[in-house]
């Protein structure tokens, strides 16, 4: 006899003792928590093979390149302030292999205060407008469905929104646009979030938090075809919350999406080796997108340093 634990939401827990495996998931409900989770696994094997976006998830893991353009994001805040500097570090990312480009105008470093969207698309728009055409996907890092509708319309066509979809004005923008979207888990708001972060079970809430934002985006009419996850590593969560979600990863393909992961330069990341300044987590961050990428199945890493994570990944895609 043997048992077989899992689950999508609540936990289930079903004892076989007889025939094959195959007689006993032919016994399954078709409703049943383990059910629902196969005919998910099933869509991303075929259904989500290839996107709009010419992405092949499951045949290797993606880069998207971190560009922020802002005074005080934590790790390189206003080194790219300016749209010239900007622009050509963008490129320079796609150059070392960035398939994705990231354009933030908002740091969302813990406690930083946020800025107005008069603000944010003065400095994200001309950086978008550069790069159109440069050989990556552009994606729009942004909580404000303005920002993302004005971004869209400048050449960006993903929307990477940390809030998670909390703004039903967000999703307005996505059904309006057909754009896709990152949802991430952020636990309050960058000036909440790392206030004594608590959980009862760190990835369990992080995947019921998903499964609900998800839903509401399908509800209102954006398919999930067209939503990829994140859990939101670092945002409001401690170090040991950190990596019992990267340990975890993996559950977060119940939720029929695409996975981003992103660990660049964080404090996590310091804490387990040491290195207080954010610029010197290249070697510590790059192995943990690379064990990430081969033993969870991340599709897509963000990153700071593309040049040594791709170095990384390619190991990783091989052992993947």
Not at 96 to 107: C, K, Q, R, T, Y
Request: glycine letters at 10%.
């Amino acid at each position: 006899d043997s048992n077989w634990v899992g689950g999508a939401g609540d936990a289930a827990v079903i004892k076989y003792s007889e025939h094959s495996i195959e007689a006993w998931l032919a016994r399954l409900a078709p409703q049943s928590p383990i059910a629902v989770a196969l005919e998910r696994l099933e869509k991303i094997a075929v259904g989500l093979a290839k996107s709009s976006l010419g992405f092949e998830w499951g045949s290797r893991t993606y880069v998207m390149g971190v560009l922020n353009v802002t005074p005080d994001s934590f790790s390189d805040g206003g080194k790219f302030a300016e749209a010239g500097a900007a622009i050509a570090h963008g490129k320079s990312l796609i150059a070392a292999g960035a398939e994705l480009i990231d354009v933030g105008g908002e740091s969302t470093r813990p406690g930083a205060e946020g800025v107005s969207a008069e603000v944010e698309l003065k400095r994200v728009l001309p950086v978008i407008e550069g790069l159109k055409g440069a050989g990556a996907v552009i994606s729009i890092d942004t909580q404000k469905a303005v920002v993302a509708e004005a971004a869209l319309k400048a050449g960006a066509q993903v929307v990477n929104d940390v809030g998670g979809l909390r703004d039903d004005a967000m999703i307005d923008v996505l059904v309006r646009t057909g754009a896709t979207a990152c949802v991430m888990h952020m636990l309050g708001t960058p000036q909440t979030m790392q206030k004594d972060p608590q959980y009862a079970d760190v990835g369990a809430t992080v995947l019921d938090a998903l499964e609900t934002s998800l839903r509401r985006a399908e509800e209102k009419g954006v398919p999930r075809s067209r939503l990829w996850v994140d859990p939101g590593i670092g945002f409001g969560k401690t170090l040991e919350h950190n990596v019992d979600l990267l340990k975890r990863l993996g559950d977060l393909r119940l939720l029929g999406c695409p996975v981003v992961a992103g660990v660049s330069r964080k404090k996590f990341i310091g804490a387990l080796t040491r290195r207080e300044v954010p610029a010197d987590r290249v070697i510590g961050s790059t192995a943990a997108a690379a064990i990430i990428a081969s033993h969870r199945g991340v599709d897509i890493v963000r990153a700071h340093d593309v040049a040594q994570t791709r170095e990384a990944l390619a190991i990783a895609d091989a052992l993947r």
